[in-house]
């Protein structure tokens, strides 16, 4: 069983900045994953913002952050970072991070999709204000 721990939420103003952290702990020992962040306001599906597939070295964005966030996986490492810039009030939301162990290879929608994950963090909570 791996548990998930996001830290890095925060309040900042409209053009700012946060890097969140994701670190994995208990069964870790796998080679390849699939690390990806999603978020969700109240009230709206989760969305997945970005997403890493080491077993293909491959990153995924969704179309509203690219440009602005970037993840940062560190492979075989168990902690995993967002780097958000820019932020807006629209970014305002739950930040939870995932992971999928062995990962075969996805297309940009399931590797962005919370249906493949099997692990997730509770959440770390992000607020842009204009």
């Known amino acids: 069983q791996v548990h998930l721990l996001e830290s890095g939420g925060g309040s900042v103003h409209s053009g700012g900045s946060l890097k969140l952290s994701c670190t994995a702990s208990?069964?870790?020992?796998?080679?390849?994953?699939?690390k990806a962040w999603f978020r969700q306001v109240p009230g709206k599906e989760r969305e997945g913002v970005a997403a890493?597939?080491?077993?293909?070295?491959?990153?995924y964005y969704a179309d509203s952050v690219k440009g602005r966030f970037t993840i940062s996986p560190e492979h075989g490492k168990t902690t995993w970072y967002l780097e958000m810039n820019n932020l807006s009030p629209q970014d305002t939301a739950t930040y939870s991070c995932?992971?999928?162990?062995?990962?075969?290879?996805?297309?940009?929608?399931?590797?962005?999709?919370?249906?493949?994950?099997?692990?997730w963090g509770q959440g770390t909570q992000v607020t842009v204000s204009s």
């Open positions: 890493f597939n080491s077993a293909v070295m491959k990153a």
């Open positions: 995932a992971v999928l162990a062995r990962p075969p290879p996805m297309t940009p929608s399931q590797a962005l999709g919370p249906r493949v994950y099997h692990s």
């Open positions: 208990g069964d870790t020992a796998f080679r390849d994953a699939a």
